[in-house]
């Protein structure tokens, strides 16, 4: 069954330090990859997508995600940490049966504090 | 303009009442969605919906009718609220072709007292 798994629940860093969010999924056939983030009382707002190609993707606010097929993994990394970046980042896969039975399997998030 | 709208953002109600939940989007997508954020902030897809017609209905009690009047809106409505209804409800849409990519409305937080 298709799964994604955010291992860290909770995560601190310091202003300007860097961050890596890990993402772990579980998907038979090529995935289509996601990062979405949540501030608080917010919507979720699309970072970046990984659907094919390069498996470096930049995003938006200075994120980027690597893509790792033999390690099943999709981590998101940026290399200075703002305080505007502190919320909840949650890494999702598209899971698609053809046709439009599209979904997108979402793991439990990590929630980002940022020391200053 | 807001991409995909829903409304009210808040919704507070007492048990055994009937409510809805409006969404439009003006992204000119085929495919909408609801899903749910419970308390945990886990997320998890409840309906979508293709051009007006029922894709996924992912065992989600009776009392949960979701409604596409065309395909540009997107209404929930539920019956008899239970107090384990109270969550974060998300609206989205998605473009063909990109796996489930989805852009989210602003959500709706329903209390259910």
């Known amino acids: 069954a298709q799964s994604v798994t955010q291992p860290d629940i909770h995560i601190t860093v310091s202003e300007g330090a860097s961050l890596e969010l890990r993402c772990n999924y579980s998907?038979?056939?090529?995935?289509?990859l996601f990062w979405y983030v949540q501030s608080p009382g917010q919507g979720l707002q699309l970072l970046l997508k990984?659907?094919?190609?390069?498996?470096l993707v930049q995003g938006i606010k200075g994120f980027e995600a690597e893509f790792k097929r033999s390690q099943s993994s999709f981590n998101l990394r940026k290399p200075s940490v703002h305080w505007s970046d502190a919320a909840e980042y949650f890494c999702?896969?598209?899971?698609?049966?053809?046709?439009?039975?599209?979904?997108?399997?979402f793991g439990t998030g990590t929630l980002l504090a940022v020391q200053p | 303009d807001t991409a995909v709208s829903q409304t009210p953002k808040y919704l507070v109600t007492q048990m055994g009442n009937d409510k809805s939940i409006k969404c439009e989007q003006n992204l000119g997508h085929d495919t909408m969605y609801w899903y749910k954020q419970d308390s945990k902030k886990f997320l998890k897809i409840m309906f979508s919906?293709?051009?007006?017609?029922?894709?996924i209905n992912e065992t989600v009690p009776n009392r949960f009718s979701p409604k596409s009047p065309d395909k540009a809106h997107l209404n929930l409505h539920i019956n008899s609220l239970e107090l384990g209804d109270s969550a974060v409800y998300f609206c989205?849409?998605?473009?063909?072709?990109?796996?489930?990519?989805?852009?989210f409305g602003q959500g709706t937080r329903l209390t259910v007292v």
């Open positions: 989205a849409s998605s473009p063909p072709a990109r796996g489930a990519e989805a852009f």
């Open positions: 919906y293709n051009n007006k017609e029922l894709i």
């Open positions: 999702a896969v598209g899971a698609i049966d053809g046709g439009a039975t599209n979904k997108l399997i």
């Open positions: 990984y659907f094919s190609g390069d498996t």
């Open positions: 998907y038979g056939a090529t995935p289509y």
